[in-house]
C-alpha cells in the first residue's frame, strides 16, 4: 500500500522522541595521503615521508555545494583527487563511501564527473557541437531527437544560448568567454547526469561576475539532487551565500567542517574576534592566523554535543494528539565546535569503525532549525535528472528525483536505502565499441575540416619536394651516376616521408588532456580511439602518397610496377605515422617529443642499409637495422626498381652492362628473392605499424589514467 507524504511525516511524530534523518552524500574516514619526498637535512639528501592527507574524516550532503577551502599547500586539490577516485589504489588510505555503502574508486568514476581547472576542449567545435559529441559518448542508444533536446535544454541552463554556434576557441582562434568556456566544460561532463560533481577551481582566472554565473550554475544543478564538491579560493559574498557547507583544511589537516556561517563562532571559541564587516573565512584561512599554536587550537580535541547535527539532519518530535511537530531543539547544539579535531578525528583513532565515524559526522547545528523530514536518497539506475525539464531515462547512473526545499539542502521523495550497494549500474560504456569508433571519426573529420592545415601542409611540402626531386633527377643517364642519382633519391624519399609525419606530435599531445577527461569517466574505451584515429589517417595518408608518385614516376622514368611504388610510399607513411604517434603518447611535451623523433630518425637513417649494406653491418648493431622502419620502405624501392636483368649503365672499366641484379647484389640484397621479397617487405612495414598502434593503446589504457601515485 503506497503511502502519502503526509503519512510518512505523521509516522515520524509519532515517535515522540528526536529522529535523525540524513540526506545522503558523500562520507569519508580517516583520509591519509603520504609520499616520500628528498629533503636536506644537515647537508645531505634524505627521504622523508609527508603526509599530504592526515586522517581527514567527514562528510559532503547530498544536494549541497560542498567547499573545499585553505590556503596554498593546504592539500585541497589532493583531497578532492583523493574523493574522485584520482589517486592510485593502495596509495590513499582510508573510506569512502556514497549513501552509508562502501564505493570503489572505479565505481565513483561510473558515477561522477570531475571537472579540471584547465577547460580542455577542441576549439573548432561550436559549443552546441561539443555538448552533442558529448551527449553521443554519454547517452548510449537513446534517440537522436532526445539528445538534441536534452542538449537544447542545457544550453539554455547554462545560460550558453547566445553562443551556441559560436567556436570554443583558444589563443589562436576567438571563441567564447572564459565564463562560458567554463560553463560548458560543467556541460560537458554533466550531460548524463552524474550523482557526484566534483570541480577543481571552477573559478580560477575568471571575473566576479563570470566566476558568480558559473557558481550559481552548479548551484542549481546540486539543488536537483547531485552532491557537488569543489575546490575555491577566497569566495565573494555573492558567491559565498551559494555555498552550503565548508570543509577547510590546513598543512593536510581538517580545521573545520560546517556551515559558512558558523565560522564566526568557530572563530570565537578561538579567542579571535572577527571585526564587523569583514569575512570570517578569510580570517580563518588567512595564513598568519595558521600559525602553529592557532592550527592546534583549531583542530583542538574539544568534546563534542551528545547529539550533534549536520546539514540535513532535523530533529522532529511530537504528540500523536496533536499531530504537529514540535519545535525543533537547537540550544543543546549552539555550543558544539565544528572543529573536526574532536576525540572522532584525532590521531588516537585507531581504527575507522563506522560507529566513531557516524558520530564524527553530525557537526553542523545550523540545519537543526529546519523544518521537515529528510530521508536518504541514493542512487538508482536511468538517467540523473538534473532539472525536472530535462528528458526521463537512460541507462547511466542517476540520483533519484528531487524537489528543492526553501530552507533544506535536498527533499527526496521514496528514495530507496543503501541503493549504492544493491543497485545495477548497467554497463560500463553506454556505446558499443563499434559506435564510439564512428562517433571519434565523425568528431576528428569534423576537426580536420576546420584545420585543414594539419594535413595541407604535408600535402603541399610533399607536392613541392616531388616537383623538386623530378626537376633534380629527371631522366637520370645510362651510366654509373645516373643508378648513384636514382639511389639517392630513394632514401632521400624514404626520409622525407618519415619527416612529414613529426607533426603527429603536437597534434596529439594537444588531445591527450581531452582524452584523459573523457575515458577516465568511461566515455570510451581507449582501444576505440586508437581505431579511430588510425582510420582518420588512411585516406589522407593514401593522398599524400598518390600525388608524390604521380610527380615523380614519369619524372625519373621509374620502372616496375607502379601500384608496388605507391603501396611502398604509402604503408612507409603508415609505419612512420604510428611511430611518431606512439612516441608523442610516451613524452610530455613539444621539446621532448621533436628530440625523441628526431633522434630516431638518425638511427633509423643511419643503419637502413644505405651508408653499410645490411649484411656489413656488425652483429650487435643488427637489431637497429631490423627495428628501423626505413629499412623496408627503402629496399621494396630498390627491389621495385632493379629487379631485373635490364642494363642501367655500362661500367667504365671494362665496358660490360650493369644489370639491375648486379645493382641489387651489390648493395647487399639477394637478387633472386624477386617477388616475394618485395611484398615480405610490404608486411614488415604493416607489421610495424600495427605494433606501435598497440604500443600505443598500451600507454593510453595503462598509462594515461591522471591519477596521483
Not at 154 to 170: E, K, M
Not at 592 to 605: D, H, K, M, N, P
Amino acid at each position: 500500500m503506497a503511502h502519502t507524504n503526509s503519512d510518512r511525516r505523521q509516522k515520524v511524530i509519532d515517535i515522540g522522541k528526536p529522529v535523525l534523518h540524513f540526506t545522503g552524500g558523500l562520507e569519508f574516514a580517516s583520509l591519509t595521503y603520504t609520499v616520500t619526498k628528498k629533503k636536506k637535512i644537515e647537508k645531505k639528501w634524505r627521504k622523508q615521508e609527508v603526509a599530504l592527507l592526515s586522517r581527514i574524516s567527514g562528510y559532503a550532503p547530498k544536494g549541497c555545494i560542498t567547499a573545499v577551502m585553505g590556503p596554498s599547500g593546504a592539500g585541497k586539490s589532493t583531497f578532492l583527487d583523493g574523493l574522485a577516485g584520482r589517486i592510485a589504489s593502495g596509495s590513499l588510505q582510508g573510506r569512502v563511501s556514497m549513501d552509508e555503502a562502501e564505493i570503489s574508486p572505479s565505481l565513483i568514476k561510473r558515477t561522477s564527473a570531475y571537472i579540471m581547472q584547465d577547460d580542455r576542449l577542441f576549439p573548432m567545435l561550436t559549443v552546441y557541437e561539443t555538448l552533442m559529441f558529448a551527449a553521443d559518448f554519454r547517452l548510449g542508444a537513446i534517440s537522436m531527437a532526445d539528445k538534441v533536446k536534452r542538449v537544447e535544454k542545457l544550453i539554455d541552463q547554462l545560460g550558453l544560448s547566445s553562443c551556441r554556434n559560436t567556436y570554443i576557441g583558444d589563443e589562436g582562434t576567438r571563441g567564447v568567454s572564459g565564463g562560458e568556456r567554463r560553463r560548458v566544460s560543467i556541460g560537458v561532463d554533466i550531460i548524463h547526469g552524474p550523482s557526484l560533481l566534483f570541480l577543481d577551481e571552477p573559478t580560477s582566472g575568471l571575473d566576479s561576475t563570470s566566476a558568480h554565473n558559473v557558481i550559481e550554475k552548479v548551484h542549481h544543478i546540486a539543488r536537483s539532487g547531485s552532491t557537488v564538491i569543489l575546490t575555491i579560493h577566497l569566495p565573494s559574498w555573492r558567491i559565498q551565500s551559494l555555498l552550503d557547507h565548508l570543509i577547510i583544511l590546513a598543512r593536510g589537516q581538517l580545521m573545520y567542517q560546517g556551515s559558512p556561517k558558523d565560522v564566526t563562532r568557530h572563530l570565537s571559541r578561538m579567542g579571535r574576534k572577527v571585526p564587523k564587516g569583514e569575512n570570517s573565512i578569510e580570517h580563518l584561512i588567512d595564513p598568519p592566523a595558521l600559525a602553529e599554536e592557532d592550527l592546534s587550537l583549531s583542530v583542538s580535541t574539544i568534546a563534542p554535543s551528545p547529539t550533534p547535527s549536520r546539514p540535513g539532519r532535523h530533529q522532529a518530535g511530537g504528540s500523536q494528539e496533536k499531530g504537529k511537530s514540535r519545535k525543533p531543539q537547537t540550544n543543546a547544539h549552539d555550543d558544539y565546535d565544528h572543529s573536526l579535531r574532536s576525540p572522532y578525528n584525532s590521531m588516537s583513532l585507531a581504527s575507522s569503525d563506522r560507529g566513531l565515524v557516524m558520530q564524527l559526522l553530525r557537526l553542523t547545528p545550523s540545519r537543526t532549525s529546519q523544518k521537515g523530514p529528510i530521508s536518504r536518497s541514493s542512487l538508482s539506475p536511468g538517467i540523473y535528472e538534473y532539472s525536472s525539464e530535462i528528458l526521463p531515462r537512460s541507462p547511466t547512473p542517476h540520483s533519484s528525483d528531487y524537489t528543492v526545499n526553501e530552507n533544506d539542502c535536498l527533499t527526496p521523495d521514496n528514495a530507496p536505502k543503501n541503493s549504492m550497494a544493491h543497485k545495477h549500474l548497467g554497463p560500463k560504456f553506454a556505446n558499443s565499441f563499434f559506435s564510439e569508433t564512428l562517433i571519434l571519426m565523425r568528431r576528428n573529420f569534423k576537426n580536420i575540416h576546420r584545420t585543414p592545415e594539419l594535413f595541407l601542409s604535408r600535402l603541399v611540402v610533399l607536392t613541392i619536394m616531388g616537383f623538386m626531386m623530378a626537376t633534380m633527377f629527371i631522366k637520370p643517364k645510362q651510366d654509373p651516376q645516373g643508378i648513384t642519382n636514382r639511389i639517392s633519391f630513394f632514401i632521400f624519399t624514404v626520409c622525407l616521408f618519415f619527416f612529414s609525419s613529426n607533426d603527429a606530435v603536437p597534434a596529439f599531445i594537444q588531445e591527450r588532456l581531452i582524452f584523459v577527461r573523457e575515458s577516465f569517466h568511461n566515455a570510451y574505451r581507449a582501444s576505440s580511439y586508437t581505431i579511430a584515429s588510425l582510420i582518420t589517417y588512411l585516406p589522407f595518408l593514401a593522398l599524400q602518397a598518390a600525388v608524390y608518385t604521380a610527380i615523380v614516376w614519369k619524372a625519373l622514368e621509374l620502372r616496375g610496377p607502379f601500384l608496388y611504388f605507391l603501396i611502398v610510399l604509402y604503408v612507409s607513411l603508415l609505419s612512420t605515422n604510428s611511430f611518431v604517434v606512439f612516441v608523442s603518447s610516451v613524452v610530455t611535451n613539444y621539446i621532448l617529443g621533436y628530440a625523441a623523433v628526431i633522434a630516431f630518425t638518425a638511427l633509423f637513417f643511419l643503419f637502413c642499409g644505405y651508408f653499410l649494406n645490411s649484411h656489413d653491418i656488425l652483429k650487435y648493431w643488427e637489431w637497429m637495422n631490423t627495428i628501423s622502419t626505413m629499412t623496408y620502405p627503402y629496399e621494396g624501392l630498390l627491389i621495385n626498381q632493379y629487379s631485373t636483368n635490364r642494363s642501367f649503365g655500362t661500367n667504365p672499366a671494362d665496358g660490360t652492362d650493369i644489370t639491375g641484379f648486379q645493382i641489387l647484389k651489390s648493395l647487399g640484397i639477394n637478387p633472386g628473392a624477386g617477388e616475394s621479397k618485395k611484398w615480405e617487405l610490404v608486411v614488415m612495414m604493416l607489421g610495424w605499424a600495427v605494433l606501435y598502434r598497440i604500443l600505443f593503446y598500451v600507454i593510453l589504457r595503462f598509462g594515461s589514467k591522471n591519477q596521483r601515485k
